[in-house]
C-alpha cells in the first residue's frame, strides 16, 4: 500500500520562543520532506511515528520524542496513525540542546506539561502562566536521558519497507530470512546484506528489537505480561521475561512498576501544588 501526503496547518509563524502545533496523521501519512529556521521536537502523545531524517529512518513511540534542530531536512508520518504534537522551539530558547537529532525518553512530566502546552496554545498570556509552562518544558529537554533504542526503519520507497511493516503489524509472523527472501524476490543471503545495508542491523537483532518496542507499547496499554508474551511469538511467559530483562535491565513487571510509581509522583506533586 502507497502513502499519502497531509499537509500541515497554515498560518503558523516562528516559534516566540514556543509554539505547539496539534494535528492527527491518518494511518499511511506523511508530511512532505521540509526545513524550519528553528528547533523541533517530535512527539505522539498516542500512535507511533516515522520519522526520516539525515538518510536514516526510525519508529518511535509514545514514550519517545525527537529532536531536531535548526535547519535540519526531515519528513514525519505515521503507518498506524498517530495523535501528532510538535514544539517549535526558537533558536535562543533552545541553547544547551543537542546540535544534531536525538531521540530521548519522556517522562511523564513532561508529557503532561505537552499536554498542557497544547491547552493553553493561542490564549492570551496570563500571569506568566505559559511563559511558566514553556520553561519547564525546556529545562525537561535538557534533562531529557538520550534514547539507543529507536526501531531503525527502511528509506520511504525500498522493497523492505513491506517486510517491516508486515512485522511491525505481527511481531509473531513465523517467516524467517528464507522466506521473507522467497517474498521478496531475492536470496536470503542477499536479503540479510541489503537490509543491515539500509537499516543499520541484522533482521535477527531488528526482529528483537521490534518485540521489545511494542511490549513497552503493548504493556503501556494495559495488556498484562502473558498476553504480551502471547502476542509477539515468544514461546513461554519466560522466554518473553528472560528477552525483556536483558535489553532493559529488569523484568516487565518492575519495568511497569516504575512507570506507575513515575505517574503516582506526577499526581502528587499537581495536587500538591494546586492546593
Known amino acids: 500500500m502507497t502513502w499519502e501526503t497531509i499537509e500541515a496547518p497554515p498560518g503558523l ?3 516566540q520562543p514556543m509554539t505547539v502545533r496539534a494535528q492527527t496523521i491518518p494511518a499511511r501519512h506523511s508530511f512532505p520532506e521540509h526545513a524550519h529556521g528553528w528547533n523541533q521536537m ?3 502523545i498516542s500512535g507511533v511515528l516515522t520519522v526520516a531524517v539525515e538518510g536514516r529512518s526510525f519508529v518511535i513511540s509514545p514514550e519517545q520524542a525527537v529532536w531536531l534542530p535548526t535547519g535540519l ?3 514525519v508520518g ?3 496513525g498517530a495523535e501528532f504534537r510538535s514544539l517549535w522551539i526558537a533558536a535562543e530558547a533552545g541553547r544547551g540542546l543537542p546540535g544534531s537529532p536525538t531521540v530521548f525518553a519522556v517522562t511523564p512530566l513532561l508529557k503532561a506539561l505537552i499536554v498542557e502546552a497544547t491547552a493553553i496554545e493561542g490564549e492570551a498570556e496570563r500571569d506568566g502562566y505559559a511563559g511558566r509552562v514553556t520553561d519547564l518544558i525546556l529545562d525537561q529537554l535538557r534533562r531529557a536521558r538520550p534514547l539507543p533504542g529507536a526501531l531503525p526503519w527502511p528509506r520511504g520507497g525500498s522493497s523492505l519497507t513491506a517486510l517491516c511493516e508486515a512485522l511491525y503489524a505481527d511481531p509473531a ?6 522466506a521473507w527472501g522467497r517474498e521478496l524476490g531475492m536470496s536470503e543471503r542477499t536479503l540479510a546484506r541489503r537490509f543491515e545495508a539500509e537499516v543499520g542491523l ?8 521490534l518485540r521489545l518496542f511494542k511490549a513497552i507499547e503493548l504493556l503501556g496499554g494495559g ?3 502473558t498476553r504480551t508474551a502471547l502476542e509477539l511469538g515468544y514461546g513461554s511467559t519466560s522466554a518473553f521475561v528472560y528477552a525483556f530483562r536483558t535489553e532493559m535491565g529488569c523484568s516487565p513487571q518492575a519495568y511497569m512498576r516504575g512507570r506507575i510509581a513515575d505517574r503516582s509522583s506526577l499526581r502528587r506533586q499537581v495536587g500538591g ?3
Open 42 to 44: 517530535v512527539y505522539a
Open 73 to 75: 531536512r526531515h519528513r
Open 223 to 225: 495488556l498484562d505480561v
Open 273 to 275: 501544588s494546586s492546593s
Open 13 to 15: 509563524g516562528p516559534p
Open 173 to 178: 509472523d513465523p517467516r524467517g530470512s528464507e
Open 202 to 209: 541484522s533482521l535477527r537483532s531488528w526482529r528483537r528489537r
Open 78 to 80: 505515521s503507518l498506524l
